[in-house]
């Protein structure tokens, strides 16, 4: 847990659950917060298995993954190549357009010239191209004067993305099983405080919404989970028009280390299927894998 992202805070809050979620199910479970000295610790405590609860570049994208296959221990959630995939949203939109999922149109444009002009017709959503949990993500409106200033802190190379209205709609998928379906409710745009933070959004689990597109997610998520290669849990995220009927499903992206805050998603689907937080934690440990 932990490690070097954006995403340390809600990793440490993750990993801590996790670990008391585990010794509910009386598994010893040892905490380890990622740093320069990991493959020391991990050499030094021999775990018989790593629940990987690090969020965010290093930890999801396929780095620890390799170190972890490297030292011949098993872990939780998805390989290399599939974590690598996963995190690269443009490279991921392009596996799921392969496998004929509904996706918007998107580009990697320049930092600069995004600032400078409209790279795209508005509205559109400027995010990186390889950060999780809505990090330094800008929602650019036909009413905005201009281009957007992004933040220095934004990567030289960002995507661009055709905004897609709607409600905000997600499936976890379990092993070979999509969960269920929650939609989101929240007052302006879902960003990491209205993820993380106490009272930041509302969840309906099972989502209130026709059977035909309550299907669909399911349908939708469990291909995405294959046609990258995940394994464990994952959380593939949807935004539904209401107008547009089947037509306006469109799927997001494919988060394969989803959060597991007492705010989370994807522990509340899973208690919504009578999966408790401990039993889910315990799955994703007996789950762990080396393709080494």
């Given at each position: 847990m932990g490690g070097p992202?954006?995403?340390?805070?809600?990793?440490?809050?993750?990993?801590?659950?996790?670990?008391?979620?585990?010794?509910?199910?009386?598994?010893?479970?040892?905490?380890?917060?990622?740093?320069?000295?990991?493959?020391?610790?991990?050499?030094?405590?021999?775990?018989d298995a790593v629940l990987?609860?690090?969020?965010?570049?290093?930890?999801?994208?396929?780095?620890?993954?390799?170190?972890?296959?490297?030292?011949?221990?098993p872990y939780s959630h998805s390989g290399v190549l599939?974590?690598?995939?996963?995190?690269?949203?443009?490279?991921?939109?392009?596996?799921?357009?392969?496998?004929?999922?509904?996706?918007?149109?998107?580009?990697?444009?320049?930092?600069?010239?995004?600032?400078?002009?409209?790279v795209m017709e508005p509205p559109y959503v400027v995010k990186p191209n390889n950060e999780g949990s809505s990090v330094g993500v800008y929602l650019v409106e036909v009413e905005n004067n201009g281009?957007?200033?992004l933040d220095d802190d934004m990567p030289d190379e960002v995507m661009v993305e055709t905004f897609a209205p709607g409600r905000e709609l997600t499936t976890t998928v379990m092993g070979d099983r999509a969960l269920t379906v929650t939609d989101i409710l929240t007052t302006g745009w879902y960003d990491y405080d209205a993820k993380y933070k106490e009272g930041g959004s509302s969840h309906v689990v099972p989502a209130d919404v026709p059977s035909e597109i309550f299907a669909l997610c399911m349908d939708y998520a469990k291909r995405a989970h294959t046609a990258l290669g995940c394994r464990g849990v994952s959380r593939t995220d949807f935004r539904w028009d209401e107008t547009r009927g089947v037509d306006g499903l469109i799927l997001l992206e494919t988060n394969t280390q989803p959060g597991m805050t007492a705010t989370s998603l994807t522990p509340e689907q899973g208690e919504a299927v009578g999966i408790t937080f401990p039993q889910l934690c315990r799955w994703m440990v007996e789950d762990a894998s080396c393709n080494r």
């Amino acid at each position: 847990m932990g490690g070097p992202s954006a995403e340390r805070e809600v990793s440490l809050f993750t990993g801590k659950a996790c670990a008391a979620a585990l010794r509910e199910e009386n598994i010893n479970a040892i905490e380890v917060d990622a740093g320069p000295d990991l493959v020391a610790r991990l050499q030094d405590i021999k775990p018989d298995a790593v629940l990987n609860c690090l969020h965010g570049r290093w930890g999801e994208d396929g780095c620890v993954q390799g170190v972890l296959e490297w030292l011949g221990i098993p872990y939780s959630h998805s390989g290399v190549l599939a974590s690598a995939l996963a995190m690269d949203k443009q490279r991921s939109k392009d596996v799921f357009a392969q496998a004929g999922l509904p996706i918007v149109k998107s580009i990697i444009a320049k930092r600069d010239d995004v600032r400078a002009a409209h790279v795209m017709e508005p509205p559109y959503v400027v995010k990186p191209n390889n950060e999780g949990s809505s990090v330094g993500v800008y929602l650019v409106e036909v009413e905005n004067n201009g281009p957007p200033q992004l933040d220095d802190d934004m990567p030289d190379e960002v995507m661009v993305e055709t905004f897609a209205p709607g409600r905000e709609l997600t499936t976890t998928v379990m092993g070979d099983r999509a969960l269920t379906v929650t939609d989101i409710l929240t007052t302006g745009w879902y960003d990491y405080d209205a993820k993380y933070k106490e009272g930041g959004s509302s969840h309906v689990v099972p989502a209130d919404v026709p059977s035909e597109i309550f299907a669909l997610c399911m349908d939708y998520a469990k291909r995405a989970h294959t046609a990258l290669g995940c394994r464990g849990v994952s959380r593939t995220d949807f935004r539904w028009d209401e107008t547009r009927g089947v037509d306006g499903l469109i799927l997001l992206e494919t988060n394969t280390q989803p959060g597991m805050t007492a705010t989370s998603l994807t522990p509340e689907q899973g208690e919504a299927v009578g999966i408790t937080f401990p039993q889910l934690c315990r799955w994703m440990v007996e789950d762990a894998s080396c393709n080494r």
